[in-house]
Nanobody, 124 residues
Framework: QVQLVESGGGSVQAGGSLRLSCVGSGRNFGQNAMAWFRQAPGADRDFVAG????????HYGDAVQGRFTISRDNDRNTLTLQMNSLKPEDTAVYYC?????????????????WGQGTQVTVSS
């Protein structure tokens, strides 16, 4: 089983940038698709971005397309989310997640392991 630890959250003004990282421990990190989700208070856990096991394909939610970039370094067991042009509506707890498949899914129900989450707050 892979364990995930996120870092990099914080507070920023609208228009700013943040970079989230997720470090995985365990043998299967490099074989699994990974993704970022986010959850605001009282809301569902929404898909933000996903990436295939080898980084060859990425997919983004409509709300972040063109502003966020997901990437991975399997040699370092690291998943990254670069967030630019942040908006107040991006405020949420951000989670990294992995699934025992080579391709990501947009449904949080299809993921097998999760990080503890990191808070991102964007002020106007």
């Amino acid at each position: 089983q892979v364990q995930l630890v996120e870092s990099g959250g914080g507070s920023v003004q609208a228009g700013g940038s943040l970079r989230l990282s997720c470090v995985g421990s365990g043998r299967n990190f490099g074989q699994n698709a990974m993704a970022w989700f986010r959850q605001a208070p009282g809301a569902d856990r929404d898909f933000v971005a996903g990436i295939t096991w080898n980084g060859g394909h990425t997919h983004y939610g409509d709300a972040v397309q063109g502003r966020f970039t997901i990437s991975r370094d399997n040699d370092r067991n690291t998943l990254t989310l670069q967030m630019n042009s942040l908006k107040p509506e991006d405020t949420a707890v951000y989670y990294c997640a992995g699934r025992s498949s080579t391709y990501p899914s947009t449904s949080y129900l299809n993921y097998d392991y999760w990080g503890q989450g990191t808070q991102v707050t964007v002020s106007s």
